[in-house]
């Protein structure tokens, strides 16, 4: 009786979806000409915004563009219920799952459709069959780019589509015909690049890195022959010349450093139309600092039967390291005044270390008060030290004769700063919590200043556990 059920869902779904698979293939998008030649002017930068259909909108981006050959185009499909209220239930226990379709515009004007994709397993064993008001379904899909070796930008969209047929048949579920934004990419020209005995060595590379960080380039071996050939990607320093040349047109010395064993490559059965590749760090085998650069390999590898091969080149850059922020403080007469804790968290009996530091930022000399150990006790009664809940804390202060208080200047050039360190716990007693504290001395020569404003934690101590037994 099971097995009649089944076979019976099997058939009511085939009768379901066939309508669709036809549609589909008649129906190009409506962003998408008809196949064939046309007018072959690049589609607009921008496109528009895909639009709701009852209430489920789908949204569709190109995961790894510019696409290199032998890699499969990786697509986000994201559906999302627009609605303010009501969900929205994408498949029906009798239906065995959603499928989408694919259609691309190549540079050319042709049309390349895909059969239609499985996306969603029936209930209850995906949770998300149904989407609740502002809630989305996403997922990832492969492509198959056999038919994209023409190289030129590309235009792609995603049709899903569910006929009012499905719901007269007494399925509950969504229905309408939804469109994806239309998206780009790009397949670069790699026919000036020399194939060896059908194979093309190409390598990809980010358009920035930041300084200090791994420079990951792929290395790729592709066959754009018309048959199966022995391959195996080269490494960096054992089988490789890499030329790296900066913005001046000079190249970088590469160092030679033969790969562990563990890192040799092996030859492979590599089939037509399809690649190999690996990952290295171009930062071991040469120095980079910031700038512009282009990087082209040049392997031999006559053990591999395909001894010399030279790749594209790419463009890269290495940007400066972000620079931590400088604590924002006002400028006085040319002058700023910045605290920085030693730490965001204290032990309960830890000292609170901190920095103080008077910079001068203005063009001219200046003649400051040189910082004592008095600095916090004497100078530094207009400060504030709230806790969590806002609450100012007492500050030890102490106050200097009528007569003018003892103190030493010194002059600082533009640029030049003074800095000192002290604890917080010789004129505050703080006990565990969260603290702000901004600096508001009254300085000699300098008058008022503000500092920055800090954060820091004072946690309380732990108590020592009572593993003692009892006495009798």
């Known amino acids: 009786m099971k097995n009649i059920r089944f076979h019976a869902l099997l058939i009511l779904a085939a009768i379901c979806l066939f309508p669709l698979l036809v549609t589909a293939a008649d129906n190009p998008p409506a962003e998408s000409?008809?196949?064939?030649?046309?007018?072959?002017?690049?589609?607009?930068?921008?496109?528009?915004?895909?639009?709701?259909?009852?209430?489920?909108?789908?949204?569709?981006?190109?995961?790894?563009?510019?696409?290199?050959?032998?890699?499969?185009?990786?697509?986000?499909?994201?559906?999302?219920?627009?609605?303010?209220?009501?969900?929205?239930?994408?498949?029906?226990?009798?239906?065995?799952?959603?499928?989408?379709?694919?259609?691309?515009?190549?540079?050319?004007?042709?049309?390349?459709?895909?059969?239609?994709?499985?996306?969603?397993?029936?209930?209850?064993?995906h949770p998300t069959a149904t989407l609740p008001p502002g809630s989305f379904y996403g997922r990832k899909m492969a492509l198959d780019t056999s038919q994209m070796r023409k190289p030129g930008r590309y235009a792609i969209s995603i049709r899903y589509s569910n006929g009012e047929a499905l719901k007269d048949r007494g399925f509950n579920c969504w229905t309408g015909n939804l469109q994806s934004n239309t998206a780009f990419f790009e397949v670069p020209d790699f026919s000036k690049v020399e194939a060896v005995d059908g194979i093309k060595m190409l390598v990809k590379a980010q358009p920035q890195y930041k300084e200090g960080e791994p420079v990951m380039v792929e290395v790729r071996l592709y066959n754009a022959g018309e048959k199966d050939e022995g391959a195996c990607v080269p490494n960096l320093g054992k089988d490789s010349t890499g030329k790296v040349t900066d913005a001046e047109g000079k190249e970088v010395d590469w160092k030679i450093k033969g790969l562990p064993a563990s890192e040799d490559s092996m030859m492979i059965l590599l089939a037509s139309g399809h690649a190999m590749s690996r990952k290295y760090d171009l930062r071991t085998v040469c120095d980079l600092p910031v700038g512009?650069?282009?990087?082209?390999?040049?392997?031999?590898?006559?053990?591999?039967?395909?001894?010399?091969i030279i790749?594209?080149?790419?463009?890269?850059?290495?940007?400066?390291?972000?620079?931590?922020?400088?604590?924002?403080?006002?400028?006085?007469?040319?002058?700023?005044?910045?605290?920085?804790?030693?730490?965001?968290?204290?032990?309960?009996?830890?000292?609170?270390?901190?920095?103080?530091?008077?910079?001068?930022?203005?063009?001219?000399?200046?003649?400051?008060?040189?910082?004592?150990?008095?600095?916090?006790?004497?100078?530094?009664?207009?400060?504030?030290?709230?806790?969590?809940?806002?609450?100012?804390?007492p500050w030890t202060i102490k106050m200097y004769p009528v007569q003018e208080?003892?103190?030493?200047?010194?002059?600082?050039?533009?640029?030049?700063?003074?800095?000192?360190?002290?604890?917080?716990?010789?004129?505050?007693?703080?006990?565990?919590?969260?603290?702000?504290?901004?600096?508001?001395?009254?300085?000699?020569?300098?008058?008022?200043?503000?500092?920055?404003?800090?954060?820091?934690?004072?946690?309380?101590?732990?108590?020592?556990?009572?593993?003692?037994?009892?006495?009798?």
């Not at 512009?292 to 010399?308: C, D, R, T, V």
């Not at 604590?327 to 830890?350: F, H, N, R, T, W």
């Not at 600082?412 to 702000?436: F, H, M």
Request: net charge negative; charged share 25%.
């Open 292 to 308: 512009k650069y282009k990087f082209q390999l040049h392997s031999n590898m006559p053990w591999a039967g395909i001894g010399e």
């Open 311 to 393: 790749s594209n080149s790419v463009s890269f850059e290495i940007l400066p390291a972000e620079k931590p922020k400088e604590p924002e403080a006002p400028v006085k007469d040319g002058m700023q005044l910045l605290v920085k804790m030693a730490s965001e968290k204290y032990g309960e009996k830890d000292p609170l270390k901190l920095t103080v530091t008077l910079k001068n930022v203005s063009e001219a000399e200046k003649e400051v008060y040189t910082l004592d150990d008095e600095f916090l006790l004497y100078y530094c009664a207009g400060s504030v030290l709230k806790n969590a809940d806002g609450k100012q804390m």
């Open 33 to 125: 000409p008809a196949a064939g030649p046309r007018d072959t002017e690049a589609p607009p930068e921008a496109a528009k915004p895909p639009d709701a259909v009852n209430g489920l909108k789908m949204d569709l981006t190109v995961l790894n563009a510019p696409l290199y050959p032998g890699d499969d185009l990786q697509l986000d499909i994201r559906l999302t219920n627009t609605q303010k209220e009501g969900d929205i239930q994408l498949v029906d226990y009798g239906m065995f799952w959603i499928a989408f379709q694919a259609f691309a515009i190549s540079p050319d004007g042709q049309q390349i459709t895909w059969p239609m994709v499985e996306m969603l397993p029936k209930p209850p064993e």
């Open 405 to 472: 208080p003892p103190f030493k200047t010194e002059k600082l050039a533009p640029g030049k700063e003074l800095t000192k360190e002290y604890d917080l716990r010789s004129v505050a007693d703080l006990p565990p919590g969260k603290y702000t504290m901004q600096m508001r001395p009254h300085l000699p020569t300098l008058g008022d200043m503000v500092s920055n404003e800090v954060t820091f934690e004072i946690l309380p101590a732990e108590k020592p556990k009572d593993d003692a037994e009892p006495k009798p």
